[in-house]
């Protein structure tokens, strides 16, 4: 929206800063940041009025959970608000990614509300059937990549590109689409089971978004793309913006969800956000980055499925109990331990993706 006060820079050449993506990424920042602090109390109060005893918790988990009792759900709204407002606002809204990419993130928040409107009024922890979600999940997936693919260029719209190989590229041709299915379903899922605990999944997802912003911002810009010899994906440089809206939303929630936590984000925010992850690595052509940077949402999902599949063909479990850091938890570490540690490991895996950029 304000992008549109380019058109009269001709008048007023104060207003070319607004051209700036690096400009309308702060914007973006502080915009979503300022939404979720400001709006944030009233969105919670309200949760807590209609969801009475908030999220339900696993009789199974860890004991400490059962502390958490009341405690409202739904709070991907806040952050869901946040980056929608914040991205109507700076975001280039001509650009096609900028769209695709928030329908995915509103369609999977659309999809983990559901799941959690009929754990709260169910009273249970288990929402709507597995294989109607993940069917869901499948279709706005399938969906978004056909779109980036015909968004893409040419040379590049099927084809999947490895880190530090600069000129190796594997032609999916349609099965392109497949590779979004997985690579969007899987990010959303993903940071979905890493959501278990006080403030451990939003940090990772800001360190992510964060990594993708300067990704998508390098890979947007010729100039940039072909010095890092990355490929170069035009009009992806406008994500930068969204993930601007992502770090600030995030932050704002995390006031919040800050031990103890006064509201947990529920697959409302947990799916939407991984989804947005996901488009956004497919949209730039960074997919196996993704897989990198968000090493720590492959390492809980993967933990979840070698505990299913130990148990299914052994009888026996692997950890003490799965997503990872429940595993920890039932080790007799701290919940402030887990978080901070899982932390740095996110620090250090956006630091290994954003090397693939010059090591090539």
Known sequence: ??????????????????????????????????????????????????????????????????????????????????????????????????????????????????????????????????????????????????????????????????????????????????????????????????DGLDGLAIVPVMIAAGTFGIIAYLSGNVKFATYLQIHHVPGTGELAVICGALIGAGLGFLWFNAPPAMIFMGDTGSLALGGALGAIAVAVKHEIVLAIVGGLFVLETMSVIIQVLSFKWTGKRVFRMAPLHHHYEQKGWKESTIVIRFWIISVILALIGLATLKLR
């Open 1 to 194: 929206m304000l992008y549109q006060l380019v058109n009269f820079s001709d008048q007023i050449s104060a207003l070319n800063v607004f051209r700036y993506i690096s400009f309308r990424t702060g914007g973006a920042i502080f915009t979503a940041l300022l939404f979720v602090m400001m709006f944030g109390p009233a969105i919670i109060d309200l949760l807590r009025v209609k969801q009475g005893k908030g999220q339900p918790i696993r009789s199974d988990g860890p004991q400490t959970h059962q502390l958490k009792r009341g405690t409202p759900t739904m709070g991907g709204l806040m952050i869901l608000a946040g980056v929608l407002v914040s991205t109507l606002l700076w975001g280039q809204l001509s650009n096609g990614y900028v769209w695709v990419v928030m329908a995915v993130t509103l369609a999977y928040g659309m999809i983990g509300y559901w799941d959690d409107y009929l754990k709260v009024t169910k009273r249970s922890t288990d929402g709507f059937s597995g294989r109607a979600r993940m069917s869901l999940e499948v279709i706005v997936a399938a969906i978004a990549g056909y779109v980036m693919m015909k968004l893409g260029p040419a040379d590049l719209n099927t084809k999947l590109t490895f880190p530090f190989f600069k000129d190796l590229l594997l032609d999916l041709g349609p099965l392109f689409i497949l590779l979004a299915v997985l690579v969007i379903a899987g990010a959303g899922n993903a940071v979905n089971f890493t």
